[in-house]
């Protein structure tokens, strides 16, 4: 979950305007606005596929090999606005003083554009410091809470005398999801959940295999991408988190 040093520096100043904003739950997921928010995917990743068609390269921002798949596309709207392939960067859009970073994901195939928020992302920055600082006082160790699967754990807040920390699902309204941590302290969302949803929405579960990634579903089937989060696999009939897939 190391974040590249170029992305990082992005993120924390999209942090540190967020922070100063007071937000927490997207405006652009509020009922009032979805239209919008669907109008801003269709203008960017048609700027998106006429650049790429005129220019042979995508406009995104450089990232490190390491960064997160899901963090590591983020779109430089300054290269749109050159070529005058879009007039105004969306107002959800962190370079507007919005919540979301606007990021690319299926590069190598058919380029889609997405949104990340930041919300979600301050949430898990905040738990990773609570973590950290109960490991440096605990000689290493983690708190551990409940186990959700094999090196994963529950945080336990109760250890750390904090107040429990949860995210904002923007997959379904007024969801909250829940964070769980590996064996080392690296703290993510847990979007079990939500993928489970999913899939008995649309009656999947024929359709999987114990290999492939099911985040994917959900980058799919929304306009967001789930950041901050380890990969799943279909085991033993329920999304479960696994070690040694690349984030």
Known sequence: MVVGKQAARILVLCLMCLALAGCMYPQDMRKENQIAT????????????????KTGVLPIKNS?????I???????????????LISN??????????????MLVDV??????KMMDLASFQQTVEAQKLVDAYKAKNNGQIPKGEAVAPSFYRLDFVKMNKKPLVVQ?????????????NEEGQ??????????RLIDK??????????QDLRQLLVKEAFFVPARSYAYHWLNGQPTPVMGVPM
């Open 202 to 211: 649309k009656s999947l579960q024929s359709q999987l295999n114990d290999k």
């Open 64 to 68: 490190e090999e390491t960064t997160p």
């Open 169 to 181: 699902s923007m997959y379904t309204r007024q969801v909250q999801l829940p964070l769980l941590m």
């Open 187 to 196: 703290v993510a969302i847990d979007y079990a959940e939500e993928i489970m």
């Open 38 to 53: 669907s109008e801003y995917i269709v203008v960017v990743q048609n700027a998106i596929d006429q650049y790429q068609a």
């Open 70 to 84: 899901f963090e590591k596309y983020p779109i430089e709207f300054k290269k749109l606005k050159e070529r005058a």
């Open 108 to 113: 190598e195939t058919k380029p889609a554009v």
């Open 89 to 102: 960067v969306p107002a959800n859009a962190f370079e507007s003083g919005g919540s979301v970073v606007y």
